[in-house]
Structures are given as C-alpha cells and as structure tokens.
C-alpha cells in the first residue's frame, strides 16, 4: 500500500452504535486572548537570597494584572496563528535583560565533618562537598529565551537542515493520516503502530494514551487544524465508558476509561462494530488509570484550541467527567492524597516495580484535577464535587512537592535520616532506611538539578527518573517554578544519561540482575536498557519540548529534537530504542508507531509556535500554598525567569511588555517573523 493510498482507506458501511452527534468540522477562528496591560516589575537584585527572590516574585505577581478567578476563563482560545498585525504592533520592545554572569549560582557550603564515615561508606553523601567549593557556571539554556531563538532558526534555514526537516515534517503528516481509523466513515482515532513487517498483537487498535499527540498535532496543524478526529475520539471513548465493564465476574467502576478500542466489521449486521479493552485483554489485566485522566486532559485541550464549549458542557460530557473524578475521590483507608495503584496502570503497562503511589498517575491524577476544575459547570450537584477536587488538589501538590522531590539536599537529609521515629514529630515520615538507596543516585544526582522520585510509599522510596511524570509537573503546574528550573538543570546536567544517542529515557537507570529478576519477575521484553526499563521512546520529545518552553529553556528541546531528526524517519519511526545511550533500535519495536510519528509533530508545531503549548499547560494556581522546603543549588530563581515575559505569561499568563501589547501577539510576531526573516 503506497502512503497516498491510505486516506481513501474508509469503511464503508454506515450503523447506529455513535450515540452522539459529531458536528460538522467547525472552523476555527475568533479573537486571541484578552490583552494584558503592562505593568512594572521590580528588579530583583543579584544578592538577594532565594526567599527574598520568592518575596520578590510574589510581590511582582501582586502588582501585574490579577489573572483570572473565573475558571472558565482559563479556557480561553489559544491563540490563532494568522493573528494579523496593526501598524501599530509594529515596534514591540521585550523588557529582558540578558547577562549570564548574573546566573552564577554559589554553591552552598559543604557541612563540616562529612568526614571519614561518609567517604568511605561507598563513597556516599559526601560526594557533592568536593563541587561544594567550586563556583557553578550556568546552565548552557539558561538565559536563550525564545526571543533568541530567532536568529538561530534563521541560520538553520540558511543552512539547508530546514528543508530536511520540513520533509521530513510532510512524510510524518502523511503517515499520520495512514494510521486514521474511521467508524461511520468518521474518523475516530488512530492505530498504534502501521508496521506490516511485524505481528500485530495488539498495536492494531486505537489506545487512549497513544490518541493523545495525534490529537495536540491535529489541533495546531497549520494552516488549517482538524479538531474533528479529536471531538470524535472524546465522543467515542465517552460512549465506551458507559458500557458495563466485567472481568470473571468483577465489575469494574463505572468511570473506567478502556485502555484501547478496536472498529472491526460486522459481516452479518453490515456495520461498524467496536471492540474495546478495559483491562481485561491488557498483559497484566490492569485497568488503564491514565485513560481517564489523559480524557479530561484533552477536552480541556479541544476545548482550549477551538473555543467550542458546547463539548465539554454537553451533559454526558459532563457526567463522564464526574465518573472519572469518582473513582479517585472516593473515600476509602488513605492517610496519603496520592492514589493507590496497581502495577502496570499506565504507560509502562507491564511489571515494572511502579506499583504504589506512582509518580505518573500522581502527576497525570492533579493535572486532570485542575482541567475539570476550569470545566465542570457550576451546579447544586457539581458544587460538592468542585469542593472536594479544590481540597484534594491542595493536599495532593503539598505531598507531592515535600515528600516525592529529590535534589542534592534533600538527598543528604535523607542519607542521615534516623528511622524507628513514631509520634507526628519525625522527620522521617515513611520509616526509610538509609541503606536503601541506591548507590547509583550518589553519582546522578548534581549539585544543581532535582526532580520528582518515582514512588513514596512506608520505607519505600524509588528513586529512579522518569520521564513523563516529570514534564507532566511542568506541564500541570504541580512543580514550582523553581522545581521545574531544577528539573532542566539536571536533563542539561545528566544528558548522555536521559538523552543519550536518540531522545528520550523513559526510565532511568535501568533495572539489572538480581533487581531485574525480582522486580520485573524476569520480563523478557523488560531486559535491562530495553523497552519501559531504560529504554529511550521518541514519543517522549513533545512533552520534553513542552515542559522546555514552559520552564523558558526551548534551546533543551531544539537540541533533543535536532538529534531526533538525523534518525527517527531513517530509521522507520520506531516504537524505542534499545542501549545505555538509546542507540539501537529496540528489539521487539515496531515500525512506524504512530505516537513516534505524532510527537515529533507536536514537538516541532510548538517549538515554531510555542503559542501552542497553552494548549496542553496550566498556569500556576497562586492559591495553592509553597511547602516549606530546605533549598540546594538548585532552587534559585535567576533574574532571568522573572524577567522574560514571554517564559513569565506561561506561567502566570501575565506579562511586562512595553506599548501595551499582549504577549501572544509577541510570540506570534516572533515565529512569523522567524519565518520570514522580519527580525
Ligand atoms: C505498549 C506501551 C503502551 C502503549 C502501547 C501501544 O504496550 O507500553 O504504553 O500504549 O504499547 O502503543
């Protein structure tokens, strides 16, 4: 089958099972987002300490224009692309200065006596007081804001990888739409993988969570978006969601979300039929707690990106929305605001060790919060709910920003832990004993960086990095401005291990020998730097792209994105790669996977417009309170970071321009110009 045969490839059959209406392509179109009048900020002084800087930033916040209470308002339009320019936009000055002497951090002073016990405990905590005493440089991406990208992409152009790239760009969209799956002639979602050299098993259906980037890629598709396929995915699986769901005579809640749907045809009625998994198929028969939340993450996207309330305002729509908030806010024997998960629940959909109070659902659980939150309408039914959501999401960043945070600081805290502390006075909340961690996170862990560890749970703590729960914190705003300017810090810090030859870790380090054995239980598509145990997946480079521009670092993401592009098409779009450096590709990968496909997409549609990325961010919820955290290297907050409006509106949607003019026109102007060559 050629690539340009593929689209025609409809069934053609017609059947009553969509139960409801998916409207005609809507065009988008309407005014971008409300102006923001500029207003000064103080300048924060070199010396300041870091909680003079948080004061600073606080008061700032206080005198910028309130941003919105209403929350529906954070629903806004993103903006349009062909946003037209009057002659008087035309001289826009961007407040921002740049000196990157002012980001010369000090290290913070090692403690004496690390002494003897500590360097000869296999070379343990005290590893970090030797840097203690140099002086840190900046971090390379600190300080090349957006704006001064600009005339780097133009150089690129000049050089001909543009043009590599933009084929590359048109070969993706075009396999893209190979892998469109159509009920009623409708197109409803997309396959997982298109690979006609390779079993199928179970990559011919449509999985909620891959659906994801192909839905962000077809909503900032230029010229023209197709948020059709989007709508009717959230129509569909909505639909699914009300079927009853039994596995051996247990029947499962009725908010599940199925992992994944198949369209197959009936023969014998002449229609369409679906198929779909809630579990029950899936290799370790574990309901997908991620679909759900990856659902209510996307309407709010659709919703963004269109304008179109009617959606998520539908009273199904709205009910859906609650049964997935039910089977999270239930009562039941917690004494921790996390959920409790199964092993396998999510991404990693096989035994990984990530059974618990796994970092991902956490981090996807509070993102999904906050978007119903801006959703659910306002009622006598739904206010109870909004109450709890309110309550739950300030609990829930509060836990997860204290106890699941790592950096070098709170790694020596926790390596001179006592334990056996009972009243409600310990320090060491979980009972974890500081022989439990592992050697390795001694020597990953830089003096300036941090990140979210991958469990909390009593004497547990794993500390391995994974990839998305950490981007879906920037994303979500659940990480704190300094946090996600500490999780960069150690992706720039920590790159031959979490980027390596071919973007990006999904985990790191890898599980090996006897670890492998017990955690894993012998998983032989789980082998160590292989697959979900540090194996390296391109799909990951949107939301590492996406959580760049938030923190104000896209130079990170352009870099991960170049080295993607000198492989991925090449290559055939693999599934993962395999290797310490994610070299090879993975054994058992299939070709031409279509989130490998969509997230390049996406990737790229928001570094050229990082406009987009309010499409899939929230900013800071000002409401919910800081915990009180012991601060290394890594929490600082340059200059730099209050002052770049642009990186300032992705966080608070505020902004300091000059002439009054509202920052999505700024970026607007700059890729336009990027691409003509105006600045
Ligand atoms: C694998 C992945 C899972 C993905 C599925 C389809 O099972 O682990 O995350 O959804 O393939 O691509």
């Given at each position: 089958m050629s690539l340009s045969d593929c689209s025609e490839k409809v069934p053609s059959s017609v059947s009553d099972e969509l139960q409801f209406p998916m409207d005609d392509y809507q065009a988008i179109s309407g005014a971008s987002t409300a102006e923001k009048s500029a207003s000064s900020i103080p300048s924060v002084q070199q010396n300041d300490t870091t909680d003079e800087i948080w004061r600073s930033i606080n008061n700032n916040r206080d005198c910028l224009p309130k941003n919105r209470d209403d929350t529906r308002e954070g629903l806004e339009r993103a903006t349009s692309l062909k946003c037209a320019l009057g002659d008087e936009e035309q001289v826009v000055v961007l407040t921002i200065e740049h000196d990157s002497s002012k980001h010369l951090q000090s290290a913070p002073e090692s403690p004496d006596g690390g002494g003897q016990d500590v360097e000869s405990d296999k070379e343990k905590a005290g590893r970090g007081s030797l840097e203690n005493k140099t002086t840190l440089k900046p971090s390379p991406s600190v300080g090349t804001s957006l704006v001064l990208l600009v005339p780097e992409a133009s150089n690129a152009k000049s050089n001909g990888s543009e043009a590599c790239s933009s084929s590359m760009m048109e070969e993706a969209w075009e396999r893209l739409r190979c892998s469109f799956v159509y009920f009623q002639k409708k197109p409803v979602g997309t396959l997982a993988a298109v690979d006609p050299s390779a079993e199928d098993l179970n990559y011919n259906q449509v999985f909620v969570r891959d659906f994801v980037p192909t839905a962000l890629a077809c909503l900032m598709k230029i010229p023209d978006p197709e948020p059709e396929i989007v709508k009717n995915f959230l129509l569909k699986t909505l639909h699914l969601q009300g079927w009853k769901k039994t596995i051996d005579n247990f029947t499962l809640g009725e908010g599940v979300m199925p992992a994944s749907?198949?369209?197959?045809?009936?023969?014998?009625?002449?229609?369409?039929?679906?198929?779909?998994?809630?579990?029950?198929?899936?290799?370790?028969?574990?309901?997908?707690?991620?679909?759900?939340?990856?659902?209510?993450?996307?309407?709010?996207?659709?919703?963004?990106?269109?304008?179109?309330?009617?959606?998520?305002?539908?009273?199904?729509?709205?009910?859906?929305?609650?049964?997935?908030?039910?089977?999270?806010?239930?009562?039941?024997?917690?004494?921790?605001?996390?959920?409790?998960?199964?092993?396998?629940?999510?991404?990693?959909?096989?035994?990984?060790?990530?059974?618990?109070?796994?970092?991902?659902?956490?981090?996807?659980?509070?993102?999904?919060?906050?978007?119903?939150?801006?959703?659910?309408?306002?009622?006598?039914?739904?206010?109870?709910?909004?109450?709890?959501?309110?309550?739950?999401?300030?609990?829930?960043?509060?836990?997860?920003?204290?106890?699941?945070?790592?950096?070098?600081?709170?790694?020596?805290?926790?390596?001179?832990?006592?334990t056996e502390e009972y009243s409600h006075t310990a320090v060491n909340k979980f009972n974890v004993i500081p022989e439990s961690i592992p050697d390795w996170v001694f020597d990953f862990m830089p003096l300036r960086g941090g990140y979210f560890i991958g469990n909390v749970s009593p004497a547990r703590m794993d500390f391995r990095w994974f990839l998305v729960d950490?981007?879906?914190?920037?994303?979500?705003?659940?990480?704190?401005?300094?946090?996600?300017?500490?999780?960069?810090?150690?992706?720039?810090?920590?790159?031959?291990?979490?980027?390596?030859?071919?973007?990006?870790?999904?985990?790191?380090?890898?599980?090996?020998?006897?670890?492998?054995?017990?955690?894993?239980?012998?998983?032989?598509?789980?082998?160590?730097?292989?697959?979900?145990?540090?194996?390296?997946?391109?799909?990951?480079?949107?939301?590492?792209?996406?959580?760049?521009?938030?923190?104000?670092?896209?130079?990170?993401?352009?870099?991960?994105?170049?080295?993607?592009?000198?492989?991925?098409?090449?290559?055939?779009?693999?599934?993962?790669?395999?290797?310490?450096?994610?070299?090879?590709?993975?054994?058992?990968?299939?070709?031409?996977?279509t989130w490998s496909i969509s997230g390049y997409l996406v990737a790229k549609l928001m570094i050229e417009n990082p406009s987009n990325l309010a499409m899939i961010s929230l900013e800071e919820d000002k409401k919910i309170e800081k915990p009180r955290l012991t601060r290394s290297a890594s929490w600082t907050c340059s200059s730099f970071d209050i002052l770049d409006p642009i990186h300032q509106f992705l966080w608070t949607g505020d902004c300091k321009l000059e002439n009054n003019t509202s920052l999505p026109d700024v970026t607007n102007r700059l890729y336009e110009g990027l691409k003509s060559d105006e600045i």
């Open positions: 749907f198949k369209v197959m045809y009936d023969s014998f009625q002449e229609k369409d039929v679906l198929k779909a998994d809630f579990g029950g198929s899936a290799i370790g028969r574990v309901a997908p707690v991620d679909s759900g939340f990856w659902w209510i993450i996307l309407l709010r996207s659709y919703t963004k990106c269109t304008g179109d309330y009617t959606l998520s305002e539908e009273p199904e729509v709205q009910k859906g929305m609650k049964l997935i908030l039910d089977l999270c806010l239930s009562d039941g024997f917690d004494t921790y605001p996390t959920l409790l998960c199964a092993d396998g629940c999510s991404m990693i959909d096989r035994r990984m060790g990530i059974y618990g109070y796994p970092i991902e659902i956490q981090a996807l659980f509070f993102f999904a919060l906050r978007c119903a939150q801006q959703m659910l309408k306002e009622d006598t039914d739904s206010n109870k709910l909004i109450e709890r959501i309110e309550r739950r999401i300030t609990a829930l960043s509060y836990h997860i920003r204290k106890y699941y945070w790592l950096d070098f600081t709170q790694l020596n805290n926790i390596y001179r832990y006592k950490n981007c879906i914190a920037i994303l979500s705003s659940l990480a704190t401005m300094s946090q996600t300017t500490a999780i960069m810090d150690l992706v720039e810090e920590r790159w031959e291990d979490l980027i390596g030859e071919m973007p990006l870790k999904i985990a790191y380090p890898a599980l090996e020998g006897y670890e492998w054995n017990i955690v894993t239980g012998c998983d032989p598509k789980n082998t160590r730097w292989s697959y979900h145990n540090g194996g390296s997946w391109p799909v990951l480079l949107w939301l590492l792209t996406a959580a760049c521009i938030k923190a104000g670092r896209p130079q990170i993401a352009k870099r991960a994105i170049e080295l993607m592009e000198q492989r991925l098409s090449k290559d055939g779009w693999p599934e993962y790669y395999d290797g310490k450096k994610g070299r090879y590709v993975g054994k058992q990968a299939r070709k031409h996977q």
